[in-house]
């Protein structure tokens, strides 16, 4: 197949996402002992992500906005407890501060200095990750997540538009990600190429039809199928 550009999700793709997560809402929940110890109390960090389940799934419509569904959240939880103006910026500054310390998988600051360096890299997720903050952000062209598109993975459109932005057509774009649904199916419907970023070396599972085109270990193996494959 040929690739001209290439679509790399984030989140346990290029690093462990849970650990950040964690740590982000126990961040939260320390400001909130500190500074209104009456919300922790009430909300402690389990009452709270039962909170944000609830609000994601009473929106549907905010479901490619993941931002918009955690200030949602803290709104109804200051509410619960009489508080009218929820300190929505600080909360959430501070969220998104430790939702992007993360640590990189092994292989993936390498791999992305090889396949940036062959092809254009466009990031595409549907999470908030920062690529300036984590410090990656030279390696990709574009940044394509959810909430600016509009359409969270697997939705086609999504894949179209870092396409679009990708300047090639959707065959010659080979989309990388670790999720079987939300990359791989979601990238097949939209017409791209796959890479199953498998990195704990699954089989794939039957009831999702086809495989896809590459089932890979971790980054590196991608960087050096391309390579490998540079004049196919």
Not at 49 to 54: Q, S, V
Not at 145 to 168: H, N, T, Y
Not at 192 to 212: C, D, E, K, M, S
């Amino acid at each position: 197949m040929r690739i001209l550009a290439l679509t790399v999700d984030l989140d346990d793709t290029l690093w462990p996402v849970l650990p950040a997560l964690e740590r982000a809402d126990l961040e939260v929940d320390a400001w909130l002992r500190r500074h209104h110890p009456e919300v922790a109390r009430r909300w402690p960090v389990p009452a709270m992500r039962a909170l944000r389940a609830r609000v994601a799934a009473e929106r549907p419509d905010l479901a490619h906005d993941f931002t918009a569904q955690r200030h949602l959240t803290m709104r109804q939880a200051f509410a619960a407890c009489g508080i009218a103006e929820a300190p929505v910026e600080a909360l959430w500054e501070i969220y998104f501060a430790a939702r992007n310390r993360v640590d990189l998988y092994p292989d993936s600051l390498a791999a992305l200095q090889r396949l940036a360096a062959r092809l254009p890299l466009a990031s595409l997720t549907n999470g908030n990750a920062d690529l300036a903050r984590i410090g990656i952000h030279a390696h990709f062209r574009h940044h394509v997540c959810a909430r600016d598109a509009g359409w969270p993975k697997p939705d086609p459109r999504i894949f179209l538009a870092a396409a679009e932005r990708l300047g090639a057509a959707p065959a010659q774009v080979l989309h990388a990600g670790d999720d079987p649904e939300l990359d791989v199916l979601g990238a097949r419907a939209a017409g791209l190429r796959t890479a199953w970023i498998n990195r704990a070396r699954h089989p794939w599972p039957a009831a999702l039809g086809a495989p896809p085109d590459l089932d890979l270990p971790n980054l590196a193996a991608l960087a050096d199928w391309l390579e490998a494959h540079a004049a196919d």
